[in-house]
């Protein structure tokens, strides 16, 4: 699997839109694009995913570059129950492995 | 049931002692997986189940690491003579059949701490 590269944290006012990047130059053509987050205590939860085309559903957009080296995962009206840790995932099938992931800090 | 449910959701054990950590997956879910997190890091796969038949088992780290799935539902981690090094986070996930990709459904894991 691509190995991906996302900031160590961000910060986000609450209402705004959070833009969280990460980069994938290594992806392959038939690798899609996974976003996870995990809320303190609690187990990954699924966002979205997508292969080249931007897609949008009711928690997020994914926005993924024309070349696939990079996309932005947008959550476009943050609120305090966003501050999680957001993995950037690249994988054809199989096993998620997860990196680091970005801090988000959504604040009032 | 509503969501993949894991029991104990915390777990003491001593140094040497063996201990079992129960996944219920999500009804009709074929695909189970076992996860390992430890503090301040990202998940680690450890195992994969397709119905009973355990296909993956590259990432448990010892052979103290066992686990089943003997009716293709439940699932139980079993880690004997356990250490320090063995402390973290076990997550489980179960995946929908009919759903493309890779959406994994989590739960909230079972933390392990070994003294």
């Known amino acids: 699997d691509a190995k991906t590269t996302q900031p160590t944290s961000m910060d986000c006012a609450e209402g705004r839109a959070a833009n969280l990047p990460c980069n994938h130059s290594?992806?392959?053509?038939?690798?899609?694009v996974y976003w996870y987050r995990q809320i303190h205590s609690q187990g990954p939860q699924y966002i979205i995913h997508g292969l080249k085309n931007n897609e949008t559903n009711e928690m997020a957009s994914l926005i993924i570059t024309e070349d696939r080296k990079s996309s932005t995962l947008i959550l476009p009206h943050a609120t305090l129950r966003d501050t999680a840790v957001y993995y950037c995932i690249v994988t054809r099938y199989g096993k998620l492995t997860f990196g680091q992931g970005t801090i988000l800090t959504v604040h009032p | 049931g509503a969501g993949v449910s894991q029991s104990p959701r915390y777990k003491v054990a001593k140094r040497g002692q063996d201990v079992a950590l129960r996944c219920d997956p999500i009804?009709?879910?074929?695909?189970l997986f076992w996860y390992q997190q430890a503090l301040g890091q990202g998940p680690e796969f450890l195992t994969y189940?397709?119905?009973?038949?355990?296909?993956?088992k590259s990432g448990l780290p010892s052979d103290r690491f066992f686990a089943e799935r003997p009716e293709g539902s439940v699932s139980t981690l079993k880690i004997q003579r356990t250490q320090q090094e063995d402390s973290a986070v076990y997550l489980c996930a179960s995946r929908d059949p009919w759903e493309g990709g890779e959406k994994l459904f989590f739960g909230s894991g079972t933390q392990l701490s070994v003294l």
């Open positions: 189940f397709q119905n009973e038949a355990q296909l993956d």
């Open positions: 009804s009709g879910h074929v695909s």
């Open positions: 290594t992806i392959s053509g038939n690798e899609y």
